[in-house]
Nanobody, 126 residues
Framework: QVQLVESGGGLVQPGGSLRVSCAAS????????VAWFRQAPGQEREFVAA????????YYGDSVKGRFTISRDNGKNTVDLQMNNLKPEDTAVYFC???????????????????WGQGTTVTVSA
């Protein structure tokens, strides 16, 4: 069983940067697709970014493309999300997810992921 714990959320001004991290325990993330989703108050959980199972493919949501970068360190069993040029509409709870059976064409489908963290809150405000 994989346990995921997010950290690094906080308050940042528009245009600023923030890095959130996801630490996995219980099992290695090798062979898992890993992703970040976010959920703003009153809205559905939205896909942000993902790595394919073999780590060879990354995929980003349209709203974050060019500003956010997902990275994974299989040795440390972590997945990070570097967020640059943050906007107020990026305010949300950010969730880390992992799934062993997620195929590349379904990386943005939250129903494909078996394991979720509790989330970390990111607030972008002046």
């Amino acid at each position: 069983q994989v346990q995921l714990v997010e950290s690094g959320g906080g308050l940042v001004q528009p245009g600023g940067s923030l890095r959130v991290s996801c630490a996995a325990s219980g099992r290695s993330l090798n062979g898992y697709a890993v992703a970040w989703f976010r959920q703003a108050p009153g809205q559905e959980r939205e896909f942000v970014a993902a790595f394919s199972r073999n780590g060879g493919f990354t995929y980003y949501g349209d709203s974050v493309k060019g500003r956010f970068t997902i990275s994974r360190d299989n040795g440390k069993n972590t997945v990070d999300l570097q967020m640059n040029n943050l906007k107020p509409e990026d305010t949300a709870v950010y969730f880390c997810a992992a799934g062993r059976g997620v195929i590349t064409s379904s990386l943005r489908n939250r129903a494909q992921y078996d394991h979720w963290g509790q989330g970390t809150t990111v607030t972008v405000s002046a």
